[in-house]
């Protein structure tokens, strides 16, 4: 996320990096270069230009300028000054207080519109709602079929409407019914996901404004795809024009995104950011925090969400059984597979590994291929009982066996064992260094928060 801009950034600043003090003229030539590296993200030419201007005058104040460490004084105001470009603070959903709460989401077709819908409904689900979806996007050829697979994923029902086996497009009728259906349902949230166009167009701008006259939302959400950088920010004024939206939602942050999208549509529209879409899975959606951003930005890490990815997954009393096993030294294969699966459930190992602290901005030198989890399963699925739970009766003939059942070679089986011993070790010095009942992993650090 962000891996050009952060190198950038990070390169820009490396000049005041250990200086005893600052000067005009050094602080100058770090904004020059922060400045282009802001429109080389595609960051709009006016916020990049105010942004510097911004961290220049604060940079020369008399705090900077006297100050032990004046290089992480302006890493601070940069980040200070990146989470007021980013919106300030997170900003929630507004609910009706009488149901349902009506969510209306537009957005250009290929923005991912339709996904963040089946997104947003999965998030509202594990907070406690109970949301329906309404396939309002008569138009793109199975959109609303799209919509109700990936609705039956997360057991969330679809309203539409079809004739003869036909989908009748009448987006506004779709969008009525539909309403009525999540009260008589006792639905406490209707998430409309309305048709796009490949560009701005007048029909499409008459529609979701008679849907929204209709329905009277609660949120409008304008859904931007971050990979388009100044081309979503101008769709996003368009629309604002005419449906003046509650906020904002930023989807394929995990893409080759530049981040412009992010940086400009705040300052440009004037509406806050409220959801980041970081891959394909319907769980990667997190409500948006410009403070935690700014931190991935300038390669800080952001371990109050990955603290909060690992509570979804992990809880106090597997932490207790596994560092009990972890003690025992009775952890075997079968855990390892356990607390992979987990893992993989969190997201991307690049997405992961770039919020921890001092590491993100490593990540693009980093070999995180999802993938490879897939060779280090073939291989355990391919033991026996007894060898996930007893690695060291793991001798040559089987390593040979096991090679041939997963399709890989032997070494990458001997790989795995060591891997796996070292590991093991590991964790359990980290046990006893902790002592007893103290963290030692991702699921012990949930127990504590």
Known sequence: MFESLSEKLDSALQSLSGKGRITELNVAQSMREVRRALLDADVNYQVAKEFTEKVRKQALGEKVLTSVAPGEQLVKIIHDELVYLLGGKHHELTFSDKPPTVILVAGLQGSGKTTFC????????????????????????????????????????????????????????????????????????????????????????REVTEIKSVLSPQEILFVVDSMTGQDAVNAALEFNKQLDFDGVVLTKLDGD???????????VVQKPIKFASTGEKLDALS?????????????????????????????????????????????????????????????????????IPGVGK????????????????????????DEKRHPEIINGSRRRRIARGS??????????????????????????????????????LVGRN
């Open 257 to 267: 995104t530049r981040g412009g999208a992010a940086l400009s549509i705040r300052s």
């Open 287 to 355: 409500a948006f925090h410009p403070d935690r951003m700014a931190q991935r930005i300038l390669g800080m890490g952001d371990v109050v969400t990955l603290v909060e990815k690992a509570k979804e997954h992990f809880d106090e009393k597997q932490a207790a059984k596994l560092q009990s096993k972890i003690s025992s030294e009775t952890f075997n294969l079968e855990d390892f597979m356990d607390q992979l699966g987990k893992l993989k459930k969190m997201g991307s190992m690049t997405d992961l590994v770039g919020m």
């Open 362 to 385: 490593h990540v693009g030198d980093m070999d995180l291929d999802d993938g490879a989890f897939k060779y280090i399963e073939a291989m355990i699925q391919s033991m026996t009982p």
């Open 118 to 205: 089946a997104k947003l409904a999965l998030y509202l689900k594990k907070t406690g709602h109970t949301p329906m979806l309404a396939a309002a996007d008569v138009y793109r050829p199975a959109a609303v079929e799209q919509l109700k697979v990936l609705a039956s994923e997360i057991e969330v029902p679809v309203y539409s409407v079809e004739e003869d086996g036909q989908v009748v497009q009448d987006a506004v009728r779709v969008a009525r019914e539909a309403l009525a259906a999540a009260r008589k349902e006792a639905r406490d949230v209707l998430i409309v996901d309305t048709a796009g166009r490949l560009h701005v167009d007048s029909e499409m701008m």
């Open 407 to 444: 399709g890989v070679e032997v070494r990458d089986v001997n790989q795995l064992l060591k891997q796996f011993r070292d590991m093991k070790r590991m964790m359990k010095t980290m046990t006893n260094l902790m002592g007893k009942g103290r963290a030692v992993n991702l699921q012990a």
